[in-house]
């Protein structure tokens, strides 16, 4: 019992303070890749920690939405995490939900963001809802074929069963549904976080942010909330990535073996983020209307891992 | 042995290259730069000849070893610096006007690829002794580059794209015929080779002077009469 809680406590622990070093690192890397210093990479940190002690200005039109959001979002996304391997194959809350919990977990945070954008009447907030809403209803059910592909061939959509399942069969990965699964959830992640192609997480330009659009209201702790949250969100998926295609070093219980589990864990995610951020500097960000068309690309892709599964 | 000499390794990088030749294929159907186009065209063929050298590896057969070499010089090298040229030469406008519009292009790409599956489902034969045959999941994945090379060609106004179709067409055609045979005769393959190469090398030469008399590279110009 005192393990299970441990364990709990432990992956808590994980998500919440792992998250802002790897925002941290993908901002200095691209920082330097651009040939600019960058801050360093635990300016998240202090970013999160200056906004808590700020005072707030509430618009005066919002209603208790706005207030409810940075919460329920920052528990969802919390959540989520929960659910998913990190350097243990058995997730803390595994018994309790899936993948289709993970993502709708991450949805009900997204519909309140939404909302929450909506909810001050001002027309940029409502602006980056409206894309919000456009992106991810393309994006989601790229994400859900995708992780289907792999949860047939695990036999479960359980993500603790799924990891250990492909611990258990080596050079598994080079199966070819599971590299047109890959390609998909990257072009997913890369949406989903809000990355170049798609939106620009340092914008602050109004025609072209999407989630800096609805946030824009947002000030001091409710704001490092749902920057944490952001933060938070973005280990999930990824974590979602490294661990389901790629479950090296995963530890099977809680022991001190962990403590390998956690660097390997560690190190992989770094690898993601610099692809991620390659991706970022090589390329220039979409306009909207062409965004469809790459989210399109990640549909297809896991469509036709999905297929071809089936097909063998 | 060291692992890289087991033929199921060799197998799985086998398949493992030809998804990434349908990703890349699929890439160039949702592709808009032209530049980017030729490059993937270019990424794609080096794959191919990796995938034709592992298959020369483990089924010792010399032969393919050619069709490798000649596959990296002329279509991952050669032609995607001829092809550049001529874009950066005639000064087009750098975008393709596909007919369809990209979302619907890329679902008929999955569409096609799931026709490629369920027709290469017929050549499967699961009691075949394993390494003797590269299973039908090679030909299914060349079955789609050939069907999505002749989908881009449909598709495209521009002469030059068109060529670029072509070109993955071949790309399927050879996949197919090295993953099912473990490649035909070397002066089969040499001829087909040559062929294309020299055809893509006049389609080049006949897009540029398409260009210098219309103006355009736009191939439903040339039904209208000219003096």
Known sequence: ????????????????????????????????????????????????????????????????????????????????????????????????????????????????????????????????????????????????????????????????????????????????????????????????????????????????????????????????????????????????????????????????????????????????AAAVVLVETTNAKMRLFRVPELLAVAFVLSATALISTFLF | MFFWQDPQFGNKMITLMAALVLVIQILMVSQRWLVTNIRAFGVQSLLLACIAWTIAYFNHAPHIYWVAALTLIFKAGLLPVVLERLVARIEIRQEIEPFVNVPLSVLVAGMLTLLAYVVSESFHRPNEPAGHGLGHNTLAVAIAVFLIGFFMMVNRRKALSQVLGLLCLENGLLLAAISLTYGMPLIVEVGIFFDVLVASLLLAILVYRIRETFDSMDVSRLSRLRG
Do not use: C
């Not at chain 1, 590299?179 to 959830?185: D, I, K």
């Not at chain 1, 798609?198 to 602050?204: C, G, L, Q």
């Open chain 1, 1 to 272: 019992m005192t393990e299970r809680a441990l364990a709990l406590l432990a992956q808590i622990a994980i998500v919440l303070f792992l998250s802002p070093l790897i925002t941290g690192f993908s901002r200095t890397l691209k920082a330097r890749l651009q040939m600019r210093r960058g801050a360093g990479i635990l300016q998240p940190y202090w970013d999160i920690h200056k906004l808590l002690r700020k005072g707030m200005v509430i618009p005066e039109t919002a209603s208790w939405i706005f207030s409810a959001t940075p919460y329920v979002l920052f528990v969802t996304t919390l959540l989520a995490g929960l659910l998913i391997p990190t350097v243990s194959a058995q997730a803390p809350l595994s018994l309790y939900g899936g993948v289709l919990a993970v993502v709708y977990l991450l949805a009900l945070g997204r519909f309140f963001l939404a909302l929450g954008g909506l909810d001050t009447g001002s027309s940029f907030g409502g602006l980056g809802s409206s894309r919000e809403m456009t992106i991810s209803a393309i994006a989601e059910p790229a994400l859900m074929l995708a992780v289907f592909t792999v949860a047939l061939s695990a036999g479960s959509t359980n993500l603790s069963v799924v990891a250990q399942a492909s611990l258990g069969q080596s050079w598994r990965f080079l199966a070819p549904q599971q590299m047109l699964a890959f390609a998909a959830l990257f072009i997913v992640l890369i949406a989903e976080t809000g990355r170049i192609p798609v939106d620009n997480p340092a914008t602050h330009l109004e025609l072209t942010m999407i989630h800096e659009a609805m946030i824009l209201e947002y000030s001091g702790p409710y704001l490092a909330l749902i920057e944490w949250s952001a933060a938070m969100k973005q280990l999930v998926l990824m974590t979602l990535l490294v661990n389901v295609f790629f479950p090296f070093g995963l530890s099977i219980g809680w022991s001190m073996g962990t403590l390998l589990s956690l660097v390997l864990f560690g190190l992989k995610l770094l690898l993601l």
